[in-house]
């Protein structure tokens, strides 16, 4: 809604940056609609796990992040 009352639609676009501490993304930057693979390492970490981190933005400034351990 703008600032005389109109109400217009629009379409928001979201972009998620991928970040993994071991293996190989695919394709690290994914929008609506697409995907990526993540190739596992071939043999575990030592001592730790391993982490993957999803960044998603959107065009007005807006983050979020997702972080997974295995």
């Given at each position: 809604?703008?600032?005389v009352g109109t109400t217009t639609a629009e379409t928001e676009v979201?972009?998620?940056t991928w970040f993994v501490s071991d293996g190989?993304?695919?394709?690290?930057r994914?929008?609506?609609g697409e995907s990526t693979e993540w190739e596992t390492p071939a043999?575990?970490?030592v001592g730790?796990?391993?982490v993957v981190v999803g960044v998603l933005r959107d065009e007005r400034g807006g983050t979020?992040?997702?972080?997974r351990k295995f």
């Open positions: 809604m703008n600032a979201f972009e998620t190989a993304i695919e394709n690290p994914t929008r609506v043999s575990a970490p730790r796990q391993s979020a992040v997702l972080i």
